[in-house]
Nanobody
Framework: QLRLVESGGGLVQPGGSLRLSCAAS????????VGWFRQAPGKEREGVAC????????AYTDPVKGRFTISRDDSRNIVYLQMNNAKPEDTGVYFC?????????????????????WGQGTQVTIFS
């Protein structure tokens, strides 16, 4: 059973940077697409970014394009989310999630309903 644990959250000022990590255990991440999602207080969970199982396809939602970068290191069974030029609206709990791929090299998606395995989340707060 795949298990995911996020880390790296914290407090940062606007314009600052954070790197979130999603560490997997129980299975090799190389068979999974991985996505990052976030949930602000009182709002629905939304997609942020995803990377497909072979790392060849990445997608970002509009609010984070040009500022966030997703990457994966399958040798360490970890996926990262580099957050640059942070904004107050980036505040929320960040979750990573994984879905088992059916076709190698298929594109990933940032729709949360496509993912079956979830971590517990890490809090990110952007404040002045």
């Amino acid at each position: 059973q795949l298990r995911l644990v996020e880390s790296g959250g914290g407090l940062v000022q606007p314009g600052g940077s954070l790197r979130l990590s999603c560490a997997a255990s129980g299975a090799r991440l190389g068979s999974y697409d991985v996505g990052w999602f976030r949930q602000a207080p009182g709002k629905e969970r939304e997609g942020v970014a995803c990377v497909n199982s072979v790392g060849a396809f990445k997608a970002y939602t509009d609010p984070v394009k040009g500022r966030f970068t997703i990457s994966r290191d399958d040798s360490r069974n970890i996926v990262y989310l580099q957050m640059n030029n942070a904004k107050p609206e980036d505040t929320g709990v960040y979750f990573c999630a994984a879905r088992l791929v059916r076709l190698i090299k298929q594109p990933c998606v940032t729709a949360k309903d496509e993912y079956s395995y979830w971590g517990q989340g890490t809090q990110v707060t952007i404040f002045s």
